[in-house]
Every structure is written in C-alpha cells, then in structure tokens.
C-alpha cells in the first residue's frame, strides 16, 4: 500500500520542481492572475528588460480602481485612469490577456478565474492579492504574493516557497436556513482566531462544505486568508465538475472527461496526517456579524458586544475598548440595537449570482431604510442578474445597482464609505479605515446585509425568510 | 537587496495585535511609486486624526521613537492585504526590523525580499520588550542576526527566524539570481508536465 496523502501533498507534490536541502521548494505555476497593482512588479520586468515567461498562463484583469458608479468609457478621475490603463498597457506589451473595462467578462479576479474556467482543480494559481486563496474552492493550491514575487513569477514561471503545516478544517452536521458559508467562516475564524492558520494550508472538510455549493466554497476559501492561512482548499467533487463544465477555458468535450478522471483523485486519502485538526459543528452556528476591527471579532447576531469592564486581561481590555471607540458601541451592548447607515453587497467574497440571490430573496417587495450599493462580482453576473430580475429588486428596494468591480470593499476607486459611518458589508475585512478613513464595517453574509438594510439596524434574517429561500 | 547583519537603534513599541497592512500603508496610497515617498504616510491614519493633526499618543509620534529603526508588536503583524507597499513604507521610513510573536504570511515573505528582518519572540517576551520600552524610551535595542539575539538593557532575548530567510538577509540574496541557476530543471519539469497534465495549460481563446 502507498502511504497515504492529504490532498495538499498531492497538490504540492505535482509542483514541485526542487527540493533544497535547506527546505525551499521551486513551483510551478500554473495560473497567475494580475491585475492594476501590478505595476510595481511589471516596473521591475522594465528594469531588467526582461519578457514574461508564459504570457499565455498569465491572465489580467482591471478590478481595484475601476469605477463602478458612473461612466467607465471616460474615467473622470486621472488617477484611476492611469491606474487602469497601466494595466492594460502593461498586459499588451507582455501580450498577456486583459479582461478590461471594454471587456464583457470583467470582474473581480477571484471571480473572473473561476468563472471562466481558468482556475481548475489540481492548479496551483497565484496573483498579488491576498484573496486568491477563494480559487482554492476549486481544488487548486491557490495563494497571495506580494511584488517582488509577482515579478519572479512573471519572469520565470515559478515560486521559492517552504511547504506549510497542514490543517484540516471538518465541519460536521448541516447548516440550518438562513445560515450561510461567510457564517461558517466566520465562525471559524472566531474559532481559531485571525492567526489561527497562520503559515497553514487549509483543507475544510466535512458533510457541512461538502453541502456547500462551489459559490458557497469560494466564499469559504475566500475567507480562509482571513485566519492568517497561506491557502485553503476543498477536495473537488461532482458539483465542482458540474460548475466547470462549459465554462470558456476550462477542458471541452473529452478533454473535460479526461480531466474529471484525474480530479477525482484529488482528495485525502483515508488515514493522511494532519499537523492540525480542527472540528466545528454546523448545527451550533448561528447567522454571524463582526462588531470590531478584526474579523475575529466575530458573535452570533443574539449576543451582546463585549464589555471591556468584565475582561479580566488588561491587553485584551485595551484592545476591546480601543476597537468598540472606533466602531462608536457602548460596551455590551446588543448587537441588534445598532444602527446602520449603509450597506454593501459585493467583494471577491459575496458578489457570486448566488450571493446577489440571497440578498434579493430577502430584500424582494421589502425597503431599505438605508442607502446601498449593489455590486456584481463581474460584468457577466451582473448581466444575468439583470435577466434574472435582481437589478429591480435592488433598485425597488432603494438601492444602487453599479458596475463590477472590488469598489467599496477597498474603496481605492472612490466608492468610500464616509468616516463615522457604519456600513454593513459583504466584504472580508473590518479593519480600520478600510472601507474609507474613519468607516465601521461590520461583515456579514448578503442575506444579513439585506436584512440589516430592511431593518435599519444588525438584524436576525431567519424571521424575516418566512419560507423564502437563500 | 541590502544585507542585515546587525543593528542598533531605538525601538518603537506599538502594543496591537493584528496590526494589519491597512494599518500599516491604508490603501489610497497604493497607486504610489516609492519615488512619491510611501515612507512619509506609514501608519498615515494612526498617526493622524482626521484633520491631519498628530496623534501624540501613537507611539512612533513620541520623540524618543520618531527615528526608530526597530518597530516591536504584538501578535499577528501585518497580517491582511499582501499589499508589499506596506514593507516599502516601513523600510523607506527607516524601519529595518520588526519584532513581534507573529506576522502575516505574505507580509514576512516581502519583508524579506526587502531586507527588513521579521524576528519572532515569545507573546511574553514581546509584552516585556515593550514594557520595558515603555519605561525607557531613549534605551536602543541590539538585533543580531547572526546570533539571532536582541539585546534589551542588560537582558538578552533569542529570536528565532527561519534559517533560510536569515542566509538571505544575511547575504543579501535575491530569488532571481538562484532560479536563474535552476533553468534547466525547469523547462524538463515544463515538457514532462505539459504531457502529464494536458488539461493543465488554458485553452486558447475561447
Ligand atoms: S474585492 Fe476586496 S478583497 Fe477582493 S480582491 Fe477586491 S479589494 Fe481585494
């Protein structure tokens, strides 16, 4: 019998091309996306004169900056501008695809790759963009670099990294309506705490992500860098294969069977060690929001915030008093007696047809008490929203229907959110001045976005569902 | 990349965990070149309130820490975006080492590449590393990477750092020049692996 592996190892073990003796591994890379924070390590390709190695493995998109609000065939702000046609002039002197503003499949990276099935089980993808451990929900050992590795791997098609620790997530049971995979994520993370993976590769696992739809994973490994992980991945199955099928550049016709024969190896052999197990409940997990700065700072919509008073750890009592100054909540209070002012649906992490369905089932025939803005993960999801109906529900309901891209969750294309006011949000990240110098953001799934938007405060969805589905 | 051997100089306490890249460089500052001095807005919005006013409080605003080289914090620095600008603001700041219990994947790794030393202590050990900064402000720290210690008054902490980003720091490498040494193994693992896994390679334009 061969000895057993997780499927990190087997994914690893299929990149490597050398093992130093001093533990550094050189990859190859399969898919490497880049989008308009590029430039500085395109800037160091100039330097060097060099080319792209393998412009065809290499795909960009123009996400951060562009607009998405407004006109984008004239972008009114000469720095967006730039930031955007750096792009697109840096990928066409490197001849490397661009899904630009022109361009009908623009989006948000970790949306675009897998929808146009770039990103594909057994890969090993990386971008300059911490969140490219979402295309890990895929079965590909997807990870964030940072520019100077952008340009090694432009240049040469390969990473220097150390194999991690290995830790397999298992969520058992079966989420109850209204609970969502950001609530499983959420969980986790306060769980294990914003470093709790840190250097780790995830494998999530169990009959709870199996039942996940593969949006409902890409939010999941979306937020695995959240817990501090390099990367997180879910064992592909049959409803990976059925999503991936047709997709643009995704294997056709026996291509594609060929291919699902490989992928369906691609998982944990019985009896593989972890260097780490962790072991959740569904059952036990409640609707989710944040109330602080760190996604850690996570509690069941019913709970109360903190109250730093009760906190028998001074360092831990500075934090609390620190985060709930920033956020303006008055210590312990109840997490459904605070206000909103406004709402985001989007990000790479909730922006999928699905994400915008949720949000809509609840939101259908009901008002928001408080403005919001609805961003689709890509031009392609929008267009299909729109078939759908969703944009009307949305604009019915009083909100802004905008173009696709990472818009308010970063905030880098001017979408802000002003300074002291409290956004619920769809997004990954609460820290401060994320959303805008000054902003709260509390996150949360779209289901509870739209409730909080009906309610005009955090609220509980489940007694809003009333047998509608999300 | 410029070499780390050994360093003494002050060291700024900055007691919070998870202090992330957004804190560190806030994203409006990431369409920067470095030429447009990122140094200058490291920690920007910590630093400054809202009308532009300095925080005294934030401890690199206090004298005795303005010229810092060392910065010393708590669990989970730089974790979030992979933002490698926010090791540019740090280094062009003058910061050349950080001492915390733990840091970002991502952030560790471009520290590296940019000769900023991530040296790990204990959670212990860095809550008494600052208290003692606290008390004694103008009192300088002494990195040594080849012995891997921090000299702190009359004590004497060990750090630990992976090996082989401590031969990189200490000689000043750069991944490049190494792959470069490697082309051939590479483009056999290219043309075996373009066989084994056919599906693997993006279809042409759809
Ligand atoms: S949507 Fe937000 S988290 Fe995702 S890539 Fe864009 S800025 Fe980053």
């Known amino acids: ?276 197990e962790v072991t959740l409940d569904a059952n036990s997990i409640a609707p989710i929001v944040t109330w602080g700065t760190s996604p850690e700072d996570a509690l069941p919509i019913d709970a109360s915030v903190p109250d730093p008073a009760r906190e028998p750890d001074a360092t831990r009592a500075s934090y609390l008093r620190g985060a709930l100054d920033y956020m303006g909540i008055a210590p312990g209070q109840r997490l459904t007696d605070i206000a909103v002012d406004r709402v985001f649906i989007g990000s790479c992490t909730n922006s999928r047809i699905e994400d915008l369905r949720a949000a809509a089932a609840v939101l259908s025939g009901r008002t928001s008490k408080v403005p919001g803005l609805v961003s689709a993960g890509s031009s392609l999801i929008k267009a299909q929203a729109e078939q759908e109906g969703l944009d009307r529900v949305f604009l019915d309901a009083g909100l802004e229907w905008g173009e696709s891209g990472c818009s308010m969750c970063v905030g880098i294309n001017g979408d802000l959110v002003a300074a002291g006011e409290r956004c619920a949000s769809t997004t990954n990240r609460n820290f401060r001045g994320r959303q805008g110098t000054g902003a709260r953001t509390h996150l949360m799934s779209p289901a509870m976005v739209a409730a909080a938007a009906v309610a005009g405060h955090l609220a509980d969805v489940r007694p809003m569902l009333g047998g509608r589905k999300v | 990349m410029d070499k780390f051997t050994k360093l003494t100089g002050a060291a700024c306490p900055i007691n919070q965990a998870n202090l992330n890249t957004d804190q560190i460089l806030p994203a409006r500052y990431l369409k920067w070149t470095r030429a447009m001095g990122i140094g200058n807005v490291l920690f920007q919005d910590l630093r400054f309130d809202a009308e532009g006013r300095e925080r005294p409080d934030f401890p690199i605003n206090r004298p005795a820490w303005r010229c810092a080289t060392i910065v010393v914090s708590a669990r989970n620095f730089g974790c979030g975006s992979s933002r490698e600008a926010a090791v540019y603001a740090l280094y062009d700041y003058g910061i050349r080492c950080v001492i915390a219990p733990s840091y970002g994947d991502i952030f560790s790794g471009n520290a590296i590449q940019n000769g900023l030393l991530t040296a790990i202590v204990s959670d212990e050990e860095a809550a008494e590393i600052m208290a003692k900064l606290e008390q004694a402000p103008e009192f300088p720290l002494t990195v040594d990477l080849e012995e891997q210690t921090i000299l702190c008054g009359n004590r004497t902490y060990i750090f630990t750092i992976d090996p082989v980003r401590r031969m990189r720091l200490l000689n000043g490498w750069d991944d490049i020049a190494l792959t470069e040494s490697y082309r051939e193994r590479i483009a056999e693992f290219k043309a075996g692996d373009r066989k084994a896994r056919p599906w693997a390679i993006a279809n042409a334009e759809p």
Not at chain 1, 51 to 77: C, K, Q
Not at chain 1, 150 to 176: D, E
Not at chain 1, 199 to 226: D, K, W, Y
Request: hydrophobic share 40%.
């Open chain 1, 1 to 276: 019998m061969n000895e057993p592996h997780t499927l990190i190892d087997k994914l690893w073990g299929a990149h490597e091309i050398v093992r130093r003796e001093d533990g550094q591994s050189l990859l190859w890379v399969d898919r490497h996306y880049v989008h308009e924070g590029s430039f500085h390590a395109f800037g160091k390709l100039a330097e060097r004169g060099v080319p792209v190695a393998e412009p065809g493995l290499t795909f960009g998109v123009a996400d951060h900056y562009v607009p998405t609000r407004g006109s984008r065939r004239n972008i009114a702000n000469p720095e967006l501008a730039r930031m955007v046609g750096q792009v697109e002039e840096n990928t066409a002197r490197h001849g490397v695809k661009l899904f630009g503003l022109d361009d009908p499949r623009q989006g948000i990276v970790h949306v675009v790759g897998p929808e146009q099935g770039l990103t594909l089980p057994g890969l090993l993808i990386v971008c300059g963009d911490s969140h490219t451990s979402t295309h890990g929900a895929l079965g590909a050992y997807a990870f964030g670099i940072g520019a100077s590795e952008v340009a090694h791997v432009l240049m040469t098609q390969t990473i220097w990294q150390k194999k991690p620790p290995r830790m397999r997530i298992t969520v058992n049971g079966r989420a109850a309506p209204g609970v969502a995979a950001k609530d499983i994520a959420l969980a986790i993370i306060a769980h294990i705490g914003a470093d709790g993976a840190t250097r780790h590769a995830i494998e999530f696992a169990g009959p709870a992500i199996q039942a996940l739809s593969v949006e409902g994973r890409l939010t999941l490994c979306n937020m695995s860098i959240e817990a501090g992980a390099r990367c997180g991945m879910v064992a592909p199955d049959d409803a990976t294969f059925a999503f991936l099928k047709g997709r643009p550049y995704a294997p056709r016709g026996a291509a594609f069977d060929e291919a699902v024969e490989v992928w369906s190896a691609l998982s944990t052999d019985d009896g593989a060690a972890f260097d780490q």
